[in-house]
């Protein structure tokens, strides 16, 4: 199985600042159709996971543009600038590249 | 607009199976794949199955002879099966619809707890 390893565990920030949260796996996430499925998500407290940024950079239809996402083969990051109330919570990567389907174990943003 | 919900009884005896739906709305199973994921209370996601469009399947080998995912495409709901139920698989219970994007859209999830 890929073993998707995310760091940090636990990310403190201020209000109005940046974070940035990165995602290796264990083996290249480019599949043989030349597409990377790498994915984030937020899980906010009590809710379900939302989808932030598919396929390593793009964002999904109404995530904000201070998410961003970058990376190429085992390496991939996630930012966010201008940090707001709304954006913590626990940051999960998602591989969809090779079965089975494997999530990091995630990054818990929390106020400093 | 997409929605997914899922049902379920929130406590099962251990050895027993789990049965749970999921309800769609805003989009065909014939034309559109769906996936169970689970979270353990306090943990990470686990990614248990996906049943496509075409009505396919592909399992987590991890449970894989534990795990059933089928459907009922004319009253769009998807199931799970599981057997053997043991202590480990109390979990938050979510169905999420899968494209090339990932899960974009996802149910509010069942709490299932696995207890005598």
């Known amino acids: 199985d890929v073993v998707m390893t995310q760091t940090p565990v636990s990310l403190p920030v201020s209000l109005g600042g940046q974070a940035s949260i990165s995602c290796r796996s264990s083996?290249?996430?480019?599949?043989?159709?030349?597409?990377?499925?790498l994915h984030w998500y937020l899980q906010k407290p009590g809710q379900s996971p939302q989808l932030l940024i598919y396929?390593?950079?793009n964002r999904f239809s109404g995530v904000p543009d201070r998410f961003s996402g970058s990376g190429s083969g085992t390496d991939f990051t996630l930012k966010i600038s201008r940090v707001e109330p709304e954006d913590l919570g626990d940051y999960y990567c998602?591989?969809?590249?090779?079965?089975?389907?494997?999530f990091g174990g995630g990054t818990k943003l929390e106020l400093k | 607009q997409v929605q997914l919900k899922e049902s379920g009884p929130g406590l099962v005896q251990p050895s027993q199976t789990l049965s749970l739906t999921c309800t769609v709305s805003?989009?065909?199973?014939?034309?559109?794949?769906v996936s169970w994921i689970r979270q353990p209370p306090g943990k990470g996601l686990e990614w248990m199955g996906v049943?496509?469009?075409?009505?396919?399947?592909d399992y987590n080998s991890a449970i894989k002879s534990r795990l059933s995912i089928s459907r009922d495409t004319s009253k769009s709901q998807v199931f799970l099966k599981m057997n053997s139920l043991q202590t480990e698989d109390t979990a938050m219970y979510f169905c999420?619809?899968?494209?090339?994007?990932?899960?974009?859209?996802w149910g509010q999830g069942v709490m299932v707890t696995v207890s005598s």
């Open positions: 083996q290249s996430l480019v599949h043989s159709n030349g597409n990377t499925y």
């Open positions: 805003g989009l065909s199973l014939t034309s559109n794949s």
């Open positions: 049943i496509w469009s075409n009505g396919g399947t």
């Open positions: 999420a619809r899968f494209r090339s994007s990932g899960f974009d859209y």
């Open positions: 998602l591989q969809s590249t090779h079965f089975p389907w494997t």
């Open positions: 396929r390593v950079s």
